[in-house]
């Protein structure tokens, strides 16, 4: 007879008893990032969440057959449980890194201690335009960073806003299908057959400008984008969405510089 059967006791539901199944129903059904405190108001767990609600409502049943024994001491440990909201998923990823670094959470396991760092790299040569994450700067590459948990995400969106701007169709449709997922992209070698080897050369030098914080840098980098007025409405969000991250990465970069 399986186990379930036998049990003649409800599973407990502590946070639900500390809290009051109101809270549960409050929280915002925004991306963001939470942390668990003890009695002491210690921070014991810090996590992210595309959907807090949905997240947090994961701990209302403190059930041994489906979680980890770790996570049950948890959720009798925790008195209480507060959130910020972030803009996206990405933001909080980011968010969560920076906590899990500046308060080592003791139920928190992967990113309390801070790994090596990644490297956005570039070059013009040979006709392409190649870019890479790196973990130190190759002999003869331009670099940015040292970038944390964004690293990926920063390559993504500058792989295909250059996309949009040398492409001749400047389609989304058209596109390597993993540019659209917040992957590794690993080597990407934009040129060959059909590209304009000085425009390849122009986004190399605006590529340095806009990561060294120059005057109005990226004013010119999105006026060099140069997104024609029919171009597809797929295509202009997407470089809208691109655009306006970047803007608020490197702004929240030049700040903390």
Partial sequence: MPPTQLRLLPDAQPLVERLGREFFRTL???AGVYRLRDASNTVIYVGKAKNLRQRLSQYRVANPEQ???????????????DWEECPDEVAALARERELLLALRPRFNRAGVWPGRPWFLVWRFADGFLELALERE???GWEKSGPWGGVATRLQVGITRLLWLGLHS???????????FERSTLGLVRLGGSGWEHERL????????????????????????LNLRADAHPMDREMATMDLE??????GKTKRKG
């Fill in 28 to 30: 915002p059904s925004h």
């Fill in 67 to 81: 979680l980890p024994r770790r996570t049950i001491r948890l959720l009798h440990t925790t008195v209480s449980i």
């Fill in 137 to 139: 700067q190759p002999v």
């Fill in 169 to 179: 169709s400047r389609s989304v449709t058209t596109m390597p299908l993993g540019w």
């Fill in 201 to 224: 050369n122009e986004a190399a030098a605006q590529l340095v400008d806009l990561f060294e914080g120059r005057m109005e840098a990226m004013e010119l980098f999105a006026a060099w």
């Fill in 245 to 250: 991250w970047l803007v608020e990465l490197l």
